[in-house]
């Protein structure tokens, strides 16, 4: 079946019930969302769906033909990164890193839904996703840092990415 | 000049009604106090009337989740409009605080505010008019010791004539009727005990009853199952959907831990309940127990017999799930392989209650007369409790489109229970969503996670 993944689309060979994460690291060699728990208990393996935050682990790709899949490699690359990916980089938010992919996408589903998501929106936003480091001041910090750099990036779609 | 007698006639008798029904109608108001000092309640009053409010639930209508305890202000949406719940914290401006333990007291038996008023029945006195004034000194106690908060709740958004409070005098001639409670002498003392707190405080037929046009409780149908906060609340009648058959003992465990292996996990606005009733000691859980079964009645034997065999297979590990295979759904086989791909991993793998997924055989949800509760369940799961570990479940409203959402109810309800399908899932769902059907989400804790209303999509 196809999918449509980070804006191509992709002939995927696999039986319809397999979840997306194992699609995405398998077959498309996508490798930023993660395996956490299998359980959607965790959020390491957090896509996004049609704008919406979504657990990949527990999605079989045969409720997601037609629709937009996004995940982190669709955010920026290295050399030109997006503004969540920038504000990640800037506040230094990853220790092991092994949440962070979902941490972004779910933060990025928010603040494109919503521009101005209070702090308080964002934390709550967020309780779906673990980190076991104990980085989550620096991932909030991270994420309102986000909220800033796409206004700006949204003011100025002509210049792309931030230099560092 | 006959006609002009008839007519002025008529006039009197309509006067003399009018004057009457005011009469009947119009209630003095009861004398302002300063509010009383901690130190005029005993302590021990005051912690008998924690546990007492925690068993009327309290805090569920009258505290904003977010906001300060008993501080009201709480939207409670009605067929007949809005009604937003009243500050019951002992502020003299705002709250209570210049409520006498007389002026208390009539509010729980007759339903009459301090200063006459008659209170909309979203105030369930109709449960509460039987609470014992022993226990009313305890609620007041405890009530009248918390933390002043000044907060006016929004106005009511009561359209003419239901925003006149004269009109619920009519109402409470036709429905309700005030009086302590009053003993069964036939019935054991643990089951007085049982109906005592059931149908007062506890009022679970706020819920569990269904109510008629104008709002009331249908008292023929006593806890034939109802609605709360856009969930169905089961019957708790012989009606109860649920496949294994509920008794005394399973309903003191389900109700003393909030979850039963044989049943699931108290979700919606009951894990609230359950969590509030863990202030109570275990005789008071096991009268309540003990009533609801003697409500449930026996079962027949044919039920019982399902029941056990049910039982039976479960634990023996028989799971009769879908496999890629099956294809006998309607659907085409969809609904089988979204459960088998979505939802099994948690409902199959044999982790037992309350953090493994219910063996939907098992589930009262599945089986329900209507699928709201199930439609809840999948869009919305079951979220987290903060601090403590707590069964879970992941929604998964952005995941599944409607159509999809009615593949999967078509195949669980095909397959693991011997109901009718469901006519109204697509439209349930696409209400629910929008949030022009009202949902409550709560984690098994019972704190509401959705500031007002998680379902809409535009909030």
């Known amino acids: 079946m196809k999918l449509n993944v980070n804006g191509s689309t992709h002939e995927v060979d696999a039986d319809p019930a397999t979840p997306l994460l194992y699609v995405l690291r398998n077959d498309l060699e996508l490798n930023a969302a993660k395996f956490g728990c299998g359980l959607g208990q965790c959020g390491a393996c957090t896509v996004m769906v049609d704008g919406k935050a979504i657990f990949s682990c527990l999605t079989p790709i045969l409720l997601l033909e037609g629709r937009e899949i996004k995940t982190v490699e669709g955010l920026g690359t290295i050399d030109n990164p997006g503004p969540m990916q920038q504000a990640f980089i800037e506040e230094q938010a990853a220790q092991c890193g092994y949440c962070i992919p979902g941490m972004m996408m779910r933060a990025q589903a928010l603040l494109q839904s919503k521009p101005d998501a209070s702090d308080a929106e964002i934390q709550t936003t967020l309780e779906p996703n673990l980190c076991r480091c104990g980085t989550h001041m620096r991932i909030l910090k991270a994420v309102r840092r986000a909220r800033e750099l796409m206004k700006t990036a949204a003011a100025t779609p002509a210049s792309g990415g931030r230099k560092i | ?459």
Not at chain 2, 111 to 127: N, S, T, V, W
Not at chain 2, 226 to 252: Q, Y
Not at chain 2, 394 to 413: C, K
Request: proline share 7%.
């Open chain 2, 1 to 459: 000049m006959k006609f002009g007698r008839v007519l002025i006639g008529l006039g009197a008798l309509i006067t003399a009604g009018a004057a009457g029904a005011f009469a009947y109608a119009w209630k003095p108001e009861i004398a302002p106090i300063n509010p009383p000092e901690r130190a005029s309640f005993d302590q021990a009053l005051i912690e008998h009337g924690a546990k007492l409010a925690a068993v009327g639930n309290c805090t569920a209508c009258h505290t904003n989740p977010g906001g300060k305890s008993f501080a009201g202000g709480l939207t409670l949406p009605t067929p007949f409009g809005t009604i937003y719940s009243s500050n019951i914290t002992p502020d003299p401006e705002t709250g209570i605080g210049t409520w006498s333990q007389a002026a208390f007291q009539r509010a729980m038996r007759d339903g009459i505010g301090r200063k006459g008023e008659h209170l909309y029945p979203a105030f369930p006195y109709d449960h509460f008019t039987i609470v014992s004034d022993d226990d009313n000194r305890a609620l007041y106690a405890f009530l009248m010791t918390r933390q002043p908060v000044k907060a006016t709740p929004p106005p009511n958004e009561l359209s003419f004539p239901l925003n006149v409070r004269l009109v619920l005098a009519g109402w409470k001639m036709l429905f309700f009727k005030d009086g302590a409670y009053q003993a069964d002498a036939s019935q054991s003392e643990q089951w007085n005990r049982g109906a005592y707190l059931v149908n007062g405080l506890g009022h679970c037929g706020a819920c569990h009853t269904p109510r008629n046009s104008l709002g009331a409780e249908k008292a023929s149908l006593h806890l034939a199952g109802g609605e709360a906060e856009g969930w169905s609340a089961f019957a708790l009648d012989g009606l109860s959907p649920a496949p294994v058959v509920w008794d005394k003992d399973s309903l003191f465990t389900y109700l003393r831990q909030g979850w039963h292996p044989d049943h699931g996990v108290a979700n919606g606005p009951m894990g609230e309940v359950t969590g509030n009733l863990g202030l109570l000691p275990d005789s008071d859980i096991r009268a309540m127990a003990t009533y609801v079964a003697s409500v449930m009645g026996e079962p027949s034997a044919d039920r019982r017999a399902k029941s056990e065999k049910l039982l039976q297979e479960v634990k023996s590990g028989l799971i009769t799930s879908a496999t890629s295979n099956d294809q006998s759904a309607s659907s085409g086989g969809k609904g089988a392989a979204i459960y088998q791909a979505a939802c099994a991993v948690c409902h199959e793998n044999g982790r037992p209650q309350p953090f493994g997924g219910l063996d939907l055989r098992l589930s009262s949800t599945v089986h329900a007369p209507d699928p709201q509760n199930a439609i809840n369940m999948v869009l919305y799961g079951l979220p987290a409790a903060s601090g403590r570990t707590s069964a879970i479940m992941p929604g998964f409203a952005d995941v599944l489109a409607n159509d999809q959402l009615n593949d999967l109810l078509g195949y669980l309800r095909q397959h693991f229970t011997d109901e009718p399908a469901w006519a109204d899932v697509v439209k349930r769902a696409a209400d629910t969503r929008t949030g022009k059907y009202h949902v409550s989400i709560r984690p098994s804790d019972g704190i509401e996670r959705g500031p007002s209303n998680i379902g809409a999509e535009d909030q």
